[in-house]
């Protein structure tokens, strides 16, 4: 008897050591822009937030600069479940169309206006949206920074000074043809490239974010920055359907708590992120300058007539009522 109790107890403490003293599981967040992104902070943000809500039972592994592949496959990988988690901006519109709103022109006066609109039904509205039309979730909306125009020519002040300027855009056909529309010739050259187009002359600007020109040193050939913010990006988290299923109900609550317990300082990284890069750019000469926001507005109001078409106005409405 007392031998089998022996045996018992020692099973016991084993068992409980083991538990104890396991090692904790690795999640692999990856993401395309480098360490010098809103992206790469957002991931750190989030990984401090959730090893300090399950310690010992989680740990994050950040692949920034695309190590996990490319951001389409880093999609594909999401939705088939070999992938953990991510962190994105513009791969989010091109599988779910609802989201295409956020590259809508001059969509968002500025940075207050995005958190009070996403402080609003909307946020939840897009978390249900993403996990039905694609069965990813959607742990947190932050921010990858207002789009701006820097060029070789002149300082862009209204809609007529894009007139005639040959300008790298990303975003794909949509936003090129607001470009075009306004005049500009839109040229859809590689980021990787743009350095050395802008250099030959083959453009004579680029759009992107203030972090963007600054890690892409752009500023060193062209000193006309002008303020447009176009475009407003955001970052999504989202999480694989697979890796969420297998957490614990505890975990799960944890992970989204903590993906919306960092959505302040994210901003507030985001912001520090973008002034620091514009002052860096200033000592370097390169002048900075603010748009008619409402001028631009006007101009390109009639291509939101194409999204209201196929995905309604009920986003749209909610963003127009937090301005």
């Known amino acids: 008897m007392f031998r089998k109790s022996f045996f018992l107890s020692v099973l016991l403490v084993i068992t409980f050591a083991a538990t104890v003293f396991s090692a904790p599981r690795e999640i692999k967040i990856g993401y395309i822009t480098g360490v010098k992104s809103p992206m790469h902070q957002q991931v750190l943000l989030f990984k401090k937030e959730i090893e300090k809500r399950l310690p010992g039972q989680i740990k994050v592994l950040a692949f920034p600069s695309a190590q ?6 880093q999609m ?3 939705r088939l479940g070999s992938q953990d988690m991510g962190i994105y901006a513009s791969g989010i519109p091109k599988i779910d169309k609802k989201f295409g709103i956020f590259d809508l022109p001059w969509l968002f006066a500025d940075r207050a206006h995005v958190i009070r609109a996403m402080n609003g039904p909307l946020y939840n509205e897009c978390v249900a949206q993403l996990k039905k039309s694609t069965g990813l979730h959607l742990l947190g909306m932050y921010e990858n920074g207002f789009r ?13 000074d894009l007139k005639g300027l040959k300008i ?15 005049g500009a010739n839109p040229a859809p050259v590689a980021w990787s490239e743009t350095f050395t187009a802008l250099q ?7 759009e992107a974010a203030a972090y963007g020109f600054y890690s892409a040193k752009l500023y060193e050939l062209a000193k006309f920055l002008s303020l447009t913010r176009h475009v407003y990006t955001p970052t999504f988290l989202v999480a694989s359907d697979r890796f969420f299923k297998s957490l614990t109900p505890e975990q799960k609550k944890a992970f989204i708590e903590a993906g919306r317990a960092i959505t302040d300082v994210a901003y507030a990284s985001a912001e520090r992120l973008e002034a620091e890069a514009f002052a860096e750019m200033e000592k370097a000469g390169v002048k900075t300058n603010e748009v008619d926001f409402p001028a631009f507005q006007k101009a390109t109001r009639n291509v939101y007539t194409k999204y209201i078409g196929s995905q309604g106005d009920v986003w749209l409405k909610q963003i127009q009522a937090a301005q």
């Open 200 to 206: 030959t002359g083959v453009v004579v600007g680029a």
């Open 148 to 160: 701006h125009v820097l060029n070789k020519v002149r300082a862009v002040k209204k809609p007529d």
């Open 76 to 78: 594909d990988a999401l």
């Open 68 to 73: 996990l592949g490319k951001e389409n496959a």
């Open 168 to 182: 790298r855009i990303t975003g794909g056909k949509f936003r090129q043809g607001v470009f075009a529309s306004l």
